[in-house]
């Protein structure tokens, strides 16, 4: 057998297989995608493509009510949406409740040297 005749098929098999992998990989990613904004439900907070964070306060068939801050709704396409964001807020607050002041850091001076400002530097 010739290796002539071997370099071809080699070559196609060669170039194949990664496209196939990059397929699979991007069938999943698409995937998960789906099933996250499938998953969206009014009190879940998101954070956008363009990396805003929000409350979901109601949805539809493909869009989304944001609020971004207290009176303040915008409507999104389901598919801006990036990730959901799991915040631990309450955690944190208990364990601020039960610090008392004696527990508390000590604040420490900063030894950082603060540069003159640029006028100043201009004319020395």
């Not at 990664?18 to 879940?44: C, T, V, W, Y």
């Not at 409350?55 to 409507?75: K, N, Q, R």
């Amino acid at each position: 057998m010739d290796i002539n005749s071997l370099i071809l098929p080699l070559l196609i098999v060669l170039l194949a297989v990664p496209l196939f992998l990059q397929a699979r990989k991007q069938k999943r990613a698409m995937a998960e995608q789906q099933k996250l904004q499938n998953s969206i439900a009014p009190g879940d907070r998101v954070m956008t493509t363009s990396g805003v964070f929000g409350t979901v306060v109601a949805t539809s068939d493909d869009t989304i009510d944001l609020e971004l801050a207290p009176g303040m709704t915008t409507t999104w396409v389901r598919q801006a949406v990036r990730e959901k964001v799991v915040t631990e807020e309450a955690p944190a607050a208990a364990e601020v409740k039960d610090e008392t002041p004696a527990e508390a850091p000590a604040e420490t001076e900063s030894k950082a040297e603060v540069a003159e400002p640029i006028e100043q530097q201009k004319t020395n």
